[in-house]
């Protein structure tokens, strides 16, 4: 069986909080696609490893930094939801480039 993904340029955002129950801190991701779909965030074992695509996604989301995504879509009972299997920053575009 072969697994496509799909691939899409986002605009991550982050929202950090404290586990109720365990006093953990924890950390939700989010994405708008299309105003006004949101998406949930989901880094997923693939091509690079979840920590890495959780701090990515979470640097970026700090940074107003859009992201690619590789990711397949699903249905929760919270949601649309993404999971993510690869991420990767895009530079940061410079408005002055676009008026030349």
């Given amino acids: 069986m072969q697994l496509s993904f799909n691939k899409r340029t986002i605009f991550p955002s982050v929202y950090r909080g404290e586990n109720k129950k365990t006093g953990e801190p924890t950390c939700y991701l989010s ?3 299309f ?9 997923a074992a693939g091509m690079m490893p979840i920590e890495q695509i959780q701090a990515i996604l979470e ?4 940074n107003g ?3 690619e995504i590789e990711f397949t879509e699903q249905q929760t009972k919270f ?3 993404m999971q ?4 990767k ?3 940061k575009k410079n408005p002055m480039e676009s008026k030349a």
Avoid: H, M, R, W
């Avoid at 640097?59 to 700090?62: G, T």
């Avoid at 993510?84 to 991420?87: A, E, K, P």
């Fill in 31 to 33: 994405a708008t696609v």
């Fill in 89 to 91: 920053p895009l530079p």
């Fill in 59 to 62: 640097e970026c989301a700090d």
């Fill in 79 to 81: 949601g649309a939801e």
């Fill in 84 to 87: 993510i299997f690869s991420v």
């Fill in 65 to 67: 930094q859009e992201v």
């Fill in 35 to 43: 105003s006004p779909v949101k998406y949930n965030l989901k880094p």
